[in-house]
C-alpha cells in the first residue's frame, strides 16, 4: 500500500507560477511510475504529467507541455508539478497518482493509487 498526499495548491493569478508537491509513504521502497492528474468542475478526471521510476522518462499532456514540470526525489519520495504560466483553464483538483513499475503510465485507469487532491484556481 502507498499513501499519497498532495499539497502546494492555492489562488493565482494567471501567468503566476505554483509548485504541487506530492509525498509518498508506506510501501516506497518498490518502483513506482507517478503522474499528475486534475479534475476540473463538471468535466472528467484528466492526465496532466507523469514520470517514470528514474525520473528519466517524462511525459506531459499537450495543454501544459512547455508549461509544466513534473520531476521526483526518490530519496525523500517526494514528487513535483512545476507550473508555469498558469491560465484559468488550469483551474482544478490536482490529483498524485502511483503505479508500481518501471515504465511510464498516462491512463487514470493504470494507477493504483491515488491522493485526496490540492484545490488550484486562476484567477483571470
Known amino acids: 500500500q502507498v499513501q499519497l498526499v498532495e499539497s502546494g495548491g492555492g489562488l493565482v493569478q494567471a501567468g503566476d507560477s505554483l509548485r504541487l508537491s506530492c509525498a509518498a509513504s508506506?510501501?516506497?521502497?518498490?518502483?513506482?511510475?507517478m503522474g499528475w492528474f486534475r479534475q476540473a468542475p463538471g468535466k472528467e478526471r484528466e492526465f496532466v504529467a507523469a514520470?517514470?521510476?528514474?525520473?528519466?522518462?517524462?511525459y506531459y499532456a499537450d495543454s501544459v507541455k512547455g508549461r509544466f514540470t513534473i520531476s521526483r526525489d526518490n530519496a525523500r519520495n517526494l514528487v513535483y508539478l512545476q507550473m508555469s504560466s498558469l491560465k484559468p483553464e488550469d483551474t482544478a483538483v490536482y490529483y498524485c497518482?502511483?503505479?508500481?513499475?518501471?515504465?511510464?503510465?498516462?491512463?487514470?485507469?493504470?494507477?493504483?493509487?491515488w491522493g485526496q487532491g490540492t484545490q488550484v484556481t486562476v484567477s483571470s
Open positions: 497518482a502511483a503505479r508500481a513499475g518501471l515504465v511510464i503510465y498516462t491512463t487514470m485507469g493504470d494507477y493504483n493509487y
Open positions: 508506506g510501501r516506497t521502497s518498490a518502483a513506482y511510475c
Open positions: 514520470v517514470s521510476w528514474s525520473g528519466g522518462t517524462t
